[in-house]
């Protein structure tokens, strides 16, 4: 790093450290004073920048690099790989590409590449892969997010937008100002709320949470965990049936209409379609009343208590919050759409404190009040290959080249891909079914992963190309969905051959001809310099001045004023309906969408509905009996430093822990601590059982995050989503149910030694 006189600083998703270093190697990591909650989950970095599953030289897998392209696919994961250089990797890629673009075409290259990487402006994994593969004609993307990819489809039909309003969600400091019930449907969970894309200066949700409650602000949390929200703030916790909360909010709204708690004139004003929702309200459309009786039947909270929260939230200013997680189950646009709705009876939304939010604590941001500075990103340039999946539907793609699907009122072909390339992610994380997305992952002719660790990707590719991580280069942090810019500094040099992703492409665009037209003659450095310059012109002219380049590397960061009044979300909108009206076809909240009846899906209707979920509760069987969640880890960011020692700190005999409700454990024989099974009809896997009453009954959790390690159909680390269904929420979004899944529990009567703590078998050259 250039010789400066402060500490090193930097930035990542989940917070912002000062860095020390002895003898050239990263010692320890001190919170950003200006932090007042800092997340630990920095400190996984320590101690493994350089350990044994370090990637450290180009290798490629022994079958692929002997046979070719194609050759036992079936073996990835399992074959030894071979240590290569940098020149002869760069050539076999280069070659690799030219065979697939003119055999096959550029459709057949599939760089869906969904992931977190670094926080850095510049060195941003996808953007950098996605700007090489457009400097030589494109590939198939992907589109939506694991996150939320049913709410991204439904709320821009209903809303007009989904996105610009999770940037623009009702301040905390509006919620503490007016808001008298905070209802949170996925409740308000704090492990979430460590991170921010694009990096995180100072953690917001603890304190909003607690400034609200000091001010009488009451909290209701509709989880099957207690923990979904802070226990000082005192929630009343209503522990429903998952994958029911599209019920329990239709049988709010019966009782509101029901009752004549609705706002007739709100409704009037600001919305379409609310006389064809309330006769399916009433039962008038179908025979079939949606009342506080007809949802205690299927969510399991009692009726009287859904028609006295239905009261409660018509007396006062009232905010109805909805949990990323809700769209992660079977018709997990319904949520939403319900949620939208609900808060629209009410006639709060636009209101300060009220109305409806996204995610409050599922990021950082959500509710931060703060400008919004439309900083520049790395230009990828244009894709002129047109083909594109769902994020959530790879596997569906790899198997059935050719196939067709239903995608937001469009039909959608899959390309036959040939060559996937995977930088900044890891879809042995993100996806469902992983024991079906490995057969279907053997396929493609070749896989080539960006990555600094010997993860299931990097276990699962032909060509592994080791990457630097944030703190061997420098970068600069700049999120539009936090006031804190950082300088990343670089702490130390990579480790061994490792370069960033940036240098990598460079010597592929070299050897393809395109080296130019990649870096446009600019220096990491230049690229650098050139987007802050970009963004501190677009700063300025919006009224929000920024330092110089030079200035924020001295002090090393920098915070953005907040705005003169806390966000209210929708609050122009209401303001003036007629003069900022919402992108929706008529100019307002859509609660009967006449294009999504339109599209004819018998699994997404015209408004919001109750639909039976493919896997729950009202539908378990002997043979899974239990509902898992599958949550957000608090210990790393999705798989992210899965091996660091705030990651390992929280297992059980080295397992993923599972939470399970003292009953169910009971009837299973099972003791806390000890090693369990969870198994259903499409895999298992392996978890230190931890025993709790703050778990619904019938009802297990256990994060996601631990690196797959497969022994047959079993993930011997823990990782939940070889249990997890594949299927689309619908035909309209086609976004995961990760949260639909039922399974049984058993003690583990053989447990064989974890295989991904070790490398792989790596052969030298004769």
Known sequence: MKDLDRKPITNSHWGTYWVDIEDGRVSGLEPFEADPDPSPIGQNIIGVLDDPLRITAPHVRKSWLEHGPGAHGERRGEDPFVEVSWDEVNQLIADELERVRKTHGNSAIYAGSYGWASAGRFHHAQGQL????????????????????????????????????????????????????????????????????????????????????????????????????????????LALRPSTDAALMLGLAHTILSEGLHDRAFLERYTVGFDRWAAYLTGESDGVAKSADWAAEI????ADTIRDLARRMAKGRTMISVAYALTRQDHGEQPYWAGIALAAMLGQIGLPGGGVGFGYSAMNHTGLNRRQVPYAAFPQGQNPVRDYIPVARITDMLENPGGEVDYNGRRLTYPDIRLVWWAGGNPFHHHQDLNRMRKAWA?????????????????????VLPCTTPLERSDTAMSPKDPYLTMMDKVMEPVGEARDDHEIFRGIAAR?????????????????????????QAAARGGVELPGFEELREAGWHRVPEPDEPTVMMKAFRDDPEGRPLKTPSGKIEIFSETIAGFGYDDCPGHPAWIEPLEWLGGATRAAPLHMISNQP???????????????????????????????????????????????????????LRISEDIRPGVIQMATGAWYDPDGETCLHGNPNALTPDKGTSRLAQGPIAHSCLVEVEAAADVPALKITRPPMIEKRA
């Not at 439904?154 to 610009?164: E, K, N, Q, S, T």
């Not at 299973?668 to 369990?676: A, E, K, N, T």
């Open 634 to 688: 608090k210990t790393k960011l999705h798989s992210q430093i899965d091996h660091g020692k705030v990651s390992r700190a929280d297992r059980v005999q080295g397992r993923e822990p599972l939470l399970m409700h003292p009953e169910d454990a009971a009837a299973r024989g099972l003791s806390d601590g000890q090693i369990v099974r969870i198994f259903n009809g499409r895999g298992a896997c392996f978890a230190g």
């Open 443 to 463: 396929k493609p002719e070749t896989i080539i992963a960006n990555e600094w660790c010997w993860n299931a990707l990097a276990r699962h590719a032909d060509i």
């Open 130 to 237: 996605k700007r090489f593969l457009n400097c030589i004609g494109g590939y198939t993307k992907s589109v939506n997010t694991y996150s939320f990819a049913a709410a991204e489809v439904v709320v821009p039909h209903v809303l007009g937008d989904f996105r610009a309003f999770l940037d623009r969600m009702t301040a905390w400091e509006s919620i503490a100002e007016a808001c008298d019930l905070f209802v949170a449907f996925g409740g308000v969970p704090l492990k979430n709320g460590q991170i921010t894309q694009g990096g995180t200066g100072a953690h917001v949700q603890k304190a909003g949470l607690l400034a609200a409650h000091a001010v009488g602000t009451r909290f209701v949390n509709v989880s099957p965990l207690r923990s979904d929200v802070l226990d000082e703030v005192g929630a009343e916790w």
């Open 512 to 536: 393809m001809g395109v080296e130019e037209a990649f870096t446009e003659g600019r220096s990491p450095e230049d690229w650098q310099r050139w987007l802050y310059d970009v963004s501190r």
């Open 299 to 302: 969510t399991e909270i009692p």
